[in-house]
Structure formats: C-alpha cells, structure tokens
C-alpha cells in the first residue's frame, strides 16, 4: 500500500529537489547548506529506520545463550542438589517457599530484561537519531531569526548591529517558505522512526519534534502574512 506509509526514498528525493531550489534562488545562503544537512540525514535516517525493522541476529544470539545457561543452571541445582536432610516442619518449610518465591521473581525479572533487551537496544537508537533531527530543527529555526518583515516598511532604521538585510519582500517570502517546507520534511524523517518502531516512547518522542516544528513553522507563516508584497504564483 503506496500510500498507507511513508517511503525513505520519496522523501530524499523531495529533500534533494528542495535543496537544488534553495540554490537556484539563494546560491550563497546558508540555508542551502542546511537543506544539504537535511538530505543527507534524509538518506541516513532512511538507512537506519530500515535496519530497526530487522531483527538483531546477534543480540539475539547472546539472549538466547543466556537463556540457555540460566536454565541449565536451574535444572542442574534440581538434579544434582541432595534435599535428604532437609527438615519437613512447618518453619522449614515456609523458609523454603519464601526462597522459593524469591529466586522466581528475580529469575522473571532477568528473563523480562533479556527479552526487552533488543527492544530497549533500538530505541536508544532511535532516540539518539531524533535527538539529532531535533537539533536541525533548531538551526533551522535560527536561519529564519533574523529575517523579519518590519525591515520592509518604511521609516525602519537598522542599528550599527543590525544583521544585513538585502532581500526583497518576494525573496524574503521564498526564503521563510523553503525554511517552513525544511521543518515539514524533517518531521516526516522523524516520523520514520515511529513507522518502523512500535514504541510508545519513539511514537511520544517523534510526536514532541512535530509539534515542535509546526509551531515554529506557524511562528514563520506569521511572518509571512505581515509582508505586503504579494507573492507571485507558481514560484519556485
């Protein structure tokens, strides 16, 4: 079903088509060195999401080896351990439940973590790479910073360490828009990692950095709309 997940390679390839925009238009812009971050990860991110859908063969193999050892540990105390002398009475025998009770809990909690341990393996994983796409959010977010539409009305005047503001209204439109459709993009490389993982804690964790980035995306729309230029159609 084309359309009923998200596919790695469409999004590379629509984060390369707006990078190859971003240099038409700002060559020399910083942004465009951002939107080069931003398919790099694109391909990256692909790659691991891909490699958290597959089972870890390895950690498996010593889960499993650990498994093994702890039963046969087990099975060798009950075989070979002698409980001739071991009094029958009530005290004895209530000592002997009480151990009883707690070698099985401890033996389930160890068996409980040797299972989860992939799983907890690849959501470290997972977080370190949204860590990373929470990062680009933020620099993105800083490229947009400065660009402010007030510098477009008349009687503004710039400070001795006001930033050099040479864009246009229609440029400085495009520029707020390609940051917001980066935001957008880095989003559905977060929600990659949601796709691949069912983890309630990566779904929570990719869920914070849309919201993250829709409400920086939002803050940019507004600054879009204070721009009394219009913007001409069917741009770039």
Avoid at 18 to 32: S, Y
Avoid at 178 to 189: A, F, N, P, Q, V
Wanted: net charge positive.
């Amino acid at each position: 079903m084309p359309y009923r997940t998200l596919d790695k390679d469409r999004i590379t390839t629509t984060a390369a088509r707006l990078e190859k925009r971003i240099g038409e238009r700002f060559p020399e812009a910083g942004l465009r060195k951002v939107a080069q971050e931003v398919v790099g990860l694109a391909g990256d991110i692909g790659d691991r999401t891909e490699k958290l859908q597959r089972p870890v063969l390895w950690l498996r193999a010593v889960i499993l080896a650990a498994i093994i050892a702890a039963a046969s540990i087990f099975t060798l105390v009950g075989t070979f351990l002698s409980f001739e002398r071991i009094s029958t009475g009530a005290f004895d025998f209530v000592q002997g439940l009480e151990s009883f009770l707690n070698t099985a809990v401890f033996a389930g909690a160890g068996f409980y973590t040797l299972v989860t341990l992939e799983e907890r393996f690849k959501r470290r994983s997972a977080l370190r790479g949204l860590h990373e796409l929470r990062s680009v959010i933020h620099i993105i977010d800083m490229h947009q910073l400065t660009k402010d539409p007030a510098v477009l009305h008349r009687g503004f005047m710039p400070t001795l360490s006001s930033p050099a503001r040479t864009l246009t209204a229609p440029e400085l439109v495009r520029y707020l828009d390609y940051c917001s459709e980066l935001l957008s993009i880095t989003g559905k490389l977060a929600a990659l990692y949601a796709q691949a993982l069912n983890d309630d804690v990566i779904v929570n964790a990719v869920n914070d950095i849309e919201t993250l980035g829709t409400n920086l995306s939002r803050k940019i729309w507004q600054k879009i709309m204070l721009i009394d230029e219009d913007r001409p159609r069917g741009a770039a």
